[in-house]
């Protein structure tokens, strides 16, 4: 095996020169010629009677070629070089399809690296290395990231010390916008009102969510994405205390967020507090229903690995306070993982 | 002229590497030789026979020097290589077992 790629390469660097081949076959067809001489025939016919028997050579020669490892790469560069040599004869006509080229490439690039700025690249979050996500992992169902209950939530937030702050997000949902222009459908997240401290970003315009907002009963307000705000507002200015009727709720516009900010993923166009009151639910199970996904920025000195040891102790708290099958389970862990790692972004 | 069989897709390879399994031989000598053997029932065409001596010589299986033949014409040698050898025998065991194959098809069994 190696022996044969070692034969191939050495060829394909030393190349056998073409007129060994030729000489080989001449050899040949004089050797057929002198055996039809020895059988009698005239030097003439006997030169003809070989040719004819043995065939054409040119053929051979290059099927021969063809054997060689690699020898369609002499095309290849045969074809380069003779493409080479008619750009220098015609220098105006290589000047124009290099401009051309150079012109439409640059150009490309120019749009495609504003429109990954302005469009596609997301957000980056101020200082990302301390922002985590809480997963729930319920092993003996092979679930990971598993949604947990208001309850639960609460009683971490209110015991955690490892976290400046500590937030939740609930489902994505589908709500019809209405009022100035044509209704339309647009995606909704559920988020707790300190999303922004958590995440360290400020809205462009206007203010976050206040925690008595996130209370039942709340204000109903709302953040809308730059997305909308451009093209449902038409980047109005005074945007900020304009109402917008969502699902036939008049709700408060409070603020726009940044272009780019993608959370808890990419083309959310409003936010809303309250992240377990999922409209797909009766309000009497938002409560009891695991609907939230836990998220935290971790306090300046606490590292990661005492951030997970106190959410273990936090959970093996919650599971003796609460009995029952699906929260006592041993086999339901709370983990602490970087957000670079967990989050769809 | 008599009609030559039609040789299959690598069979070629295989009857050369056991024409040279004997001893050194130049390029009419081999087809000389194949053409003997046979009864004259293959004869190989300059046209197959030095490219197939250049795929072997490629894959490193036969190695060729230049030397005089017995009528005194500057010749190519070629030989089998250690590698050669070994795939002679890998060839012929390939052979036997298609044809065995091809011969219980044949038979029906």
């Given at each position: 095996m190696l022996t044969e790629f070692l034969t191939r390469l050495r060829f394909l660097v030393t190349r056998k020169a073409p007129e060994e081949v030729d000489e080989e076959l001449r050899s040949h067809l004089e050797h057929l010629i002198e055996t039809n001489i020895a059988a009698g025939m005239p030097p003439d016919q006997a030169r003809r009677n070989a040719a004819i028997a043995f065939g054409g050579v040119e053929q051979t020669l290059e099927a021969c070629r063809e054997?060689?490892?690699?020898?369609?790469m002499d095309t290849v560069i045969h074809d380069a070089r003779f493409g080479f040599r008619m750009l220098r004869k015609s220098p105006g006509f290589t000047a124009v399809a290099i401009l051309t080229l150079a012109l439409g490439i640059g150009v490309n690039t120019a749009i495609f690296t504003v429109i990954r700025t302005v469009l596609l690249k997301p957000l980056e979050y101020p200082d990302p290395g301390r922002l985590v996500r809480l997963v729930l992992t319920v092993r003996h169902r092979n679930v990971t990231d598993q949604a947990f209950n208001e309850v639960r939530f609460d009683e971490m937030r209110a015991s955690?010390?490892?976290?400046s702050e500590l937030g939740a997000f609930g489902p994505l949902e589908n709500f019809t916008l209405s009022g100035a222009g044509e209704p339309e459908v647009v995606n909704v997240a559920r988020v707790s009102a300190n999303f922004l401290t958590i995440l360290a970003t400020d809205p462009i315009l206007g203010r976050s969510f206040l925690p008595e907002e996130d209370k039942r009963g709340g204000e109903p307000v709302v953040m809308i994405s730059s997305e909308l705000w451009r093209r449902r507002f038409n980047c109005d200015p005074q945007v900020v205390g304009k109402p917008a009727t969502i699902d036939a709720v008049p709700y408060t516009i409070i603020g726009v967020l940044p272009?780019?900010?993608?959370?808890?993923?990419?083309?959310?166009?409003m936010w809303v507090t309250r992240p377990s009151e999922w409209s797909a639910l009766p309000s009497g199970a938002w409560r009891t229903v695991g609907l939230l996904k836990g998220f935290a920025r971790l306090k300046a000195q606490v590292t990661l690995e005492e951030a997970r040891a106190e959410v273990k102790v936090l959970q093996r708290r919650y599971a003796i306070a609460h009995p029952n099958p699906n929260d006592a389970d041993p086999r339901v862990t709370m983990g602490v993982v970087p957000v670079e790692r967990s989050i769809g972004r | 002229m008599k009609q030559s069989t039609d040789l299959l897709q690598g069979t070629l390879d295989l009857l050369i590497l056991k024409s040279l399994a004997l001893a050194p031989m130049h390029g009419w000598g081999i087809a000389e030789r194949i053409e003997q053997v046979s009864k004259d029932a293959l004869q190989i065409g300059q046209g197959s026979l030095y490219p197939a001596l250049h795929r072997l010589e490629y894959k490193g299986w036969i190695k060729a020097e230049w030397g005089v033949s017995e009528n005194n014409r500057r010749a190519k040698f070629y030989s089998l290589t250690q590698t050669g050898k070994k795939q002679l025998q890998t060839e012929m065991d390939e052979w036997d077992r298609l044809t065995n194959a091809i011969a219980l098809v044949l038979q029906r069994v």
């Amino acid at each position: 095996m190696l022996t044969e790629f070692l034969t191939r390469l050495r060829f394909l660097v030393t190349r056998k020169a073409p007129e060994e081949v030729d000489e080989e076959l001449r050899s040949h067809l004089e050797h057929l010629i002198e055996t039809n001489i020895a059988a009698g025939m005239p030097p003439d016919q006997a030169r003809r009677n070989a040719a004819i028997a043995f065939g054409g050579v040119e053929q051979t020669l290059e099927a021969c070629r063809e054997q060689a490892p690699g020898w369609f790469m002499d095309t290849v560069i045969h074809d380069a070089r003779f493409g080479f040599r008619m750009l220098r004869k015609s220098p105006g006509f290589t000047a124009v399809a290099i401009l051309t080229l150079a012109l439409g490439i640059g150009v490309n690039t120019a749009i495609f690296t504003v429109i990954r700025t302005v469009l596609l690249k997301p957000l980056e979050y101020p200082d990302p290395g301390r922002l985590v996500r809480l997963v729930l992992t319920v092993r003996h169902r092979n679930v990971t990231d598993q949604a947990f209950n208001e309850v639960r939530f609460d009683e971490m937030r209110a015991s955690a010390q490892s976290f400046s702050e500590l937030g939740a997000f609930g489902p994505l949902e589908n709500f019809t916008l209405s009022g100035a222009g044509e209704p339309e459908v647009v995606n909704v997240a559920r988020v707790s009102a300190n999303f922004l401290t958590i995440l360290a970003t400020d809205p462009i315009l206007g203010r976050s969510f206040l925690p008595e907002e996130d209370k039942r009963g709340g204000e109903p307000v709302v953040m809308i994405s730059s997305e909308l705000w451009r093209r449902r507002f038409n980047c109005d200015p005074q945007v900020v205390g304009k109402p917008a009727t969502i699902d036939a709720v008049p709700y408060t516009i409070i603020g726009v967020l940044p272009a780019g900010f993608a959370f808890p993923v990419a083309d959310v166009d409003m936010w809303v507090t309250r992240p377990s009151e999922w409209s797909a639910l009766p309000s009497g199970a938002w409560r009891t229903v695991g609907l939230l996904k836990g998220f935290a920025r971790l306090k300046a000195q606490v590292t990661l690995e005492e951030a997970r040891a106190e959410v273990k102790v936090l959970q093996r708290r919650y599971a003796i306070a609460h009995p029952n099958p699906n929260d006592a389970d041993p086999r339901v862990t709370m983990g602490v993982v970087p957000v670079e790692r967990s989050i769809g972004r | 002229m008599k009609q030559s069989t039609d040789l299959l897709q690598g069979t070629l390879d295989l009857l050369i590497l056991k024409s040279l399994a004997l001893a050194p031989m130049h390029g009419w000598g081999i087809a000389e030789r194949i053409e003997q053997v046979s009864k004259d029932a293959l004869q190989i065409g300059q046209g197959s026979l030095y490219p197939a001596l250049h795929r072997l010589e490629y894959k490193g299986w036969i190695k060729a020097e230049w030397g005089v033949s017995e009528n005194n014409r500057r010749a190519k040698f070629y030989s089998l290589t250690q590698t050669g050898k070994k795939q002679l025998q890998t060839e012929m065991d390939e052979w036997d077992r298609l044809t065995n194959a091809i011969a219980l098809v044949l038979q029906r069994v």
